[in-house]
């Protein structure tokens, strides 16, 4: 099974057409409930060319480790004094207790198997009073996995079709003889799971697009706006245990 992440076409194509739901859905949300950077150490899992890496860095940041299992997405990662870029598989890697302020995660935490796990070491490597901020791709956008709309005789887009919303589990999408694993959950089992870990849940968001959204990119607002494509989470670790 080839991952779809290691292969440089792929990873370029990818990096090429995020701008549009990046720059107008996701990326306002994200910014909207992440805290003050300026001093703080940063984690940021699955950051692919170091989109949130850079954001931090650029608003303040003292330090950012920045993980990623793919040569091909790290490849685009520019070189800054503040951000240790790593290639590893973030359900394996392993920090001490208390090493970072904010962990951040930008449309990667669907891609792990066990979320409980992770977000439970994440709360660990945590320092009181931090916080977790990631988005994920909607759930309802990839239930069913199906990747595209129904449509009527003329290719008019008629509804999303979702099934098995409730079942937990991998997703799987082929492209080009190329794979990706996603890791279906609910809402619910994204809060509970946070929750679970000892998190407090601090935010939650469906983001439509901006109003620049609309005006330059109308088709993916639209599309948005029927079936949404991002979550956006955060989760608070108590500031005294
Ligand atoms: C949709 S991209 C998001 C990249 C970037 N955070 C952004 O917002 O554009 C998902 C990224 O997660 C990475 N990824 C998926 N599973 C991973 C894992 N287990 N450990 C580390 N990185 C992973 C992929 O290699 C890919 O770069």
Not at 9 to 36: K, T
Not at 157 to 162: E, N, Q
Not at 190 to 196: F, P, Q, R, S
């Amino acid at each position: 099974m080839n991952n779809g992440w290691d292969d440089p076409e792929a990873a370029a194509d990818y990096l090429a057409r995020r701008h549009g739901w990046a720059d107008y859905i996701e990326g306002p949300a994200m910014q909207s409930v992440l805290p003050n950077m300026t001093g703080r150490r940063v984690l940021d899992l699955g950051t692919g060319s170091g989109q949130w890496a850079i954001w931090c860095v650029e608003h303040g940041a003292d330090s950012v480790a920045a993980i990623d299992r793919s040569a091909a997405m790290l490849a685009h990662a520019p070189t800054h004094p503040r951000i240790q870029w790593i290639q590893a598989d973030m359900e394996t890697v392993q920090y001490p207790a208390s090493s970072f302020d904010c962990v951040v995660s930008g449309l990667a935490l669907h891609y792990v198997n066990d979320y409980v796990g992770l977000v439970t070491r994440i709360n660990r490597w945590l320092t009181p009073g931090g916080c977790l901020v990631f988005s994920v791709e909607h759930p309802l956008k990839y239930a069913n996995s199906g990747g595209s709309w129904l449509s009527d005789d003329d290719g008019n887009a008629l509804a999303w079709p979702v099934d098995c919303y409730l079942q937990e589990g991998p997703r799987v999408e082929e492209k080009n003889g190329l794979t990706w694993t996603k890791w279906h959950r609910t809402i619910a089992m994204y809060v509970e799971g946070l929750l679970a870990a000892g998190l407090q849940l601090t935010a939650l968001k469906e983001p439509g697009a901006t109003d620049e959204g609309w005006r330059l990119q109308p088709a993916i607002a639209e599309g948005n706006r029927r079936r949404p494509n991002v979550l956006v989470l955060r989760g608070d670790k108590a500031a005294s245990e």
